[in-house]
T-cell receptor, first 113, second 112 residues
Framework: DTEVTQTPKHLVMGMTNKKSLKCEQH?????MYWYKQKAKKPPELMFVYSYEKLSINESVPSRFSPECPNSSLLNLHLHALQPEDSALYLC????????????FGEGSRLTVL | GQQLNQSPQSMFIQEGEDVSMNCTSS?????WLWYKQDPGEGPVLLIALYKAGELTSNGRLTAQFGITRKDSFLNISASIPSDVGIYFCAGQGSGGYQKVTFGTGTKLQVIP
């Protein structure tokens, strides 16, 4: 079982909706990540939080808004998305300053109608 | 930016056969990681490599960190049906420990 938990597992939303994806980890990791993965493609980095502060934003459109309320939680707020934003959204965590060993959740499958 | 190319892109093998796949980069990496991803699931870490030339095993899996630091290899011995999935290499380079770049993936199918 993964130690990174993502909810919901599936989400369908319209282009005018506001929704959120949630991620939780209890491994004591202080770096948390959002990745986006399209079908048959590798995961692509979106955001990185280190010690609850946003440290990397890979030029992601503002309709995606990340939030890290505490060291265990990571949210991704979604608003005014486009159909091309449909993808698997993966949350991951790692030890701060570690050698890059990311531990992933099972992902949230997002469909935008 | 850094790009990782994996080969082969896909492969069909008979159960019991050994499998080899590799990953090459245009840049030097400090850490190489190998992940397996099942359909609809997140990637699961298989092996992590930290030094050039390092050879590490995890059960039937063996991976190597290339001497040039621009490539890595993964071997699976005596394949079984549950080995089916997509295998991704990933590298952490000079962009900082947080910048982990994923390879293009190798889709493995095992014929019982």
């Amino acid at each position: 079982d993964t130690e990174v938990t993502q909810t919901p597992k599936h989400l369908v939303m319209g282009m005018t909706n506001k929704k959120s994806l949630k991620c939780e980890q209890h491994m004591g990791h202080r770096a948390m990540y959002w990745y986006k993965q399209k079908a048959k493609k590798p995961p692509e980095l979106m955001f990185v939080y280190s010690y609850e502060k946003l440290s990397i934003n890979e030029s992601v459109p503002s309709r995606f808004s990340p939030e890290c309320p505490n060291s265990s939680l990571l949210n991704l707020h979604l608003h005014a998305l486009q159909p091309e934003d449909s993808a698997l959204y993966l949350c991951a965590s790692s030890q701060f300053g570690g050698p890059g060993e990311l531990f992933f959740g099972e992902g949230s499958r997002l469909t935008v109608l | 930016g850094q790009q990782l190319n994996q080969s082969p892109q896909s492969m069909f093998i008979q159960e019991g056969e050994d499998v080899s796949m590799n990953c090459t980069s245009s840049s030097i990496f400090n850490t190489w990681l190998w992940y397996k991803q099942d359909p609809g699931e997140g990637p699961v870490l298989l092996i992590a490599l930290y030094k050039a030339g390092e050879l590490t095993s995890n059960g039937r899996l063996t991976a190597q960190f290339g001497i040039t630091r621009k490539d890595s290899f993964l071997n699976i011995s005596a394949s079984i049906p549950s080995d089916v999935g997509i295998y991704f290499c990933a590298g952490q380079g000079s962009g900082g420990y947080q910048k982990v770049t994923f390879g293009t993936g190798t889709k493995l199918q095992v014929i019982p």
